[in-house]
């Protein structure tokens, strides 16, 4: 995304969300928003007014050794190039209302991340599984925890 549009898009998110956001500066190749797990729908909301509909490439996540409490999820969009969105929720109840409302493409990408991490997503209907068998009773597969000893 060139830097015009990535200027006009946090100007729109700051005066007009009154949105607070870091700029995640670890990933090269890509603009990524941190923001918190309650802006996300909002957020997601002006981004595809802001381009007048968005491509959703992929929502995923991962538990950093280094911090095990946190799970990060990444919401990785595509308008000529690449930027995402990341938030962090806590291990122990990582939840986060849904945007399959905004982008109806977000299903499976949610569904994913919530079978192999645990994360509940909200607002959305209750879905059989996707990736792990239907009779799975074990923890998240991708959790570091006591259940699962990575």
């Known amino acids: 995304m060139d830097q ?4 006009s898009l946090c100007h729109k998110l700051k005066s007009q969300l009154d949105c607070t956001f870091d700029l995640y500066t670890e990933i090269r190749n890509d603009d990524t928003f941190v923001i918190s797990p ?3 729908k909002v957020v997601v909301a002006m981004i595809n007014e802001h381009f007048n509909g968005i491509h ?9 050794e ?8 990444m ?5 000529g190039v690449g930027f ?5 929720l806590p291990t122990k109840a990582p939840e986060v209302t849904s945007i399959v409302s905004i982008i109806p ?9 919530a079978e192999m991490f645990g994360v509940k997503f909200t607002g959305r209907r209750e879905t059989p ?6 009779d799975w009773d074990q923890a998240p597969p991708f959790i570091r925890n006591e259940v699962n000893n990575d």
């Open 38 to 40: 309650d802006q996300l």
């Open 129 to 134: 599984p996707l990736l792990l068998p239907d």
């Open 75 to 79: 919401y990785s969009f595509f308008q």
């Open 84 to 88: 995402s969105l990341m938030i962090s």
């Open 105 to 113: 493409g977000a299903d499976f990408y949610e569904r994913e991340v």
């Open 66 to 73: 280094a911090n095990a409490e946190v799970i990060e999820v």
């Open 4 to 7: 015009t549009n990535i200027e």
């Open 56 to 64: 959703l490439s992929t929502i995923t996540a991962q538990q950093r």
